[in-house]
Nanobody
Framework: HVQLVESGGESVQVGGSLRISCAAS????????MGWFRQASGNQREGIAP???????SYAGSVKGRFTISKDNANNTLYLQMSSLKPEDTAMYYC???????????????????????WGQGTQVTVS
């Protein structure tokens, strides 16, 4: 079983950049499908950036062109590089993982909570 711990969230200015991390332990994340979700106060959790075991990525329209997801297999860590941050990016950010049989492949973007099995505790990003 993999354990996920997010870090790096902080308060940033509008237009700024920030990279948050999701450190994994207990298993190697290379073959996993993983994703970043966020949940603003009063809103449902939103899937924003999935990546599969082959490194294929996709993005929700709200972050496309501004956010980049990457998986560092050597360090067993998932990253989300965020730029041109807006106040509406303020949320708790969560990473999630799914281990299929073999290398997990995203035939289509996995943007729903039920598609993932493992979750971190979240890291807060505030943009003002």
């Amino acid at each position: 079983h993999v354990q996920l711990v997010e870090s790096g969230g902080e308060s940033v200015q509008v237009g700024g950049s920030l990279r948050i991390s999701c450190a994994a332990s207990g298993d190697t994340i290379s073959p996993y499908c993983m994703g970043w979700f966020r949940q603003a106060s009063g809103n449902q959790r939103e899937g924003i950036a999935p990546i599969d075991g082959y490194g294929s990525t996709s993005y929700a329209g709200s972050v496309k062109g501004r956010f980049t997801i990457s998986k560092d297999n050597a360090n067993n860590t998932l990253y989300l590089q965020m730029s041109s941050l807006k106040p509406e990016d303020t949320a708790m950010y969560y990473c999630a993982a799914l281990r299929g049989s073999g290398v997990c492949t995203n035939i289509r973007p996995r943007l729903f909570e039920y598609e993932y099995y493992y979750w971190g505790q979240g890291t807060q990003v505030t943009v003002s």
